[in-house]
């Protein structure tokens, strides 16, 4: 684990793997089992799982715990203290540790501040958690999703921006800080390739 970043009372198990220019601050604990990609940056009081996935040029910031059976693609940001879960209906008396459901937050996903992801979902490409949401199904790539539990208000760019897009129907649009063109149909936002 070299050309990492790891603050002294951070602990990291044997056998973690920690890709090249990651940091690693106050009080974290990252499991043995554990897969962190590159560049790479985890916040004060941060738990990885065994089981957890992250890929690289990820920003987990203060109290995140990221359980087993959880994947962050490539540029997921997890605002402070938001919160996954890997077992869908917990009991302290009952052991459930064989029915844990994955988890996946695909690219460039932002997920809020104090927002809850309940175990099981996907995530698309570049969706937008607002902060507080709970999120109880999968969302679709570009969504901006708020509220208790999560329903979706519009689409969000690549870059974060509101794009002025119906929520059903069809429509094109740019990001209004990049100009980057985009495509509503049948559901679905996509990119359009540049002219």
């Not at 995530?123 to 539990?149: N, S």
Request: aromatic share 6%; charged share 20%.
């Amino acid at each position: 684990m070299t050309d990492i970043q790891v603050h002294p009372n951070a602990i990291i198990d044997e056998g973690a793997s920690i890709g090249t220019g990651t940091r690693i601050w106050h009080w974290v604990h990252v499991c043995g089992g554990a897969t962190i990609g590159s560049r790479c940056s985890l916040g004060q009081n941060v738990f990885v799982g065994n089981k957890a996935v992250i890929g690289d040029n990820v920003k987990i910031q203060n109290n995140v715990s990221v359980y087993d059976n959880v994947t962050l693609e490539d540029d997921v940001f997890c605002g402070p203290s938001m919160v996954f879960t890997n077992v869908y209906n917990p009991r302290s008396a009952v052991s459930r540790k064989d029915e844990y459901r994955d988890t996946l937050v695909k690219q460039g996903v932002t997920l809020g501040a104090n927002c809850t992801i309940i175990c099981g979902v996907t995530i698309g490409e570049h969706a937008f958690i607002g902060a507080g949401a709970v999120v109880t199904k999968d969302v679709p790539a570009y969504a901006l999703m708020v509220g208790v539990p999560a329903k979706q208000i519009g689409w969000m760019s690549r870059h974060g921006e509101r794009l002025p897009l119906p929520l059903n129907g069809e429509g094109d649009a740019a990001c209004p800080a990049t100009g980057e063109r985009y495509r509503l149909r049948q559901g679905r936002v996509e990119i359009l390739e540049s002219q």
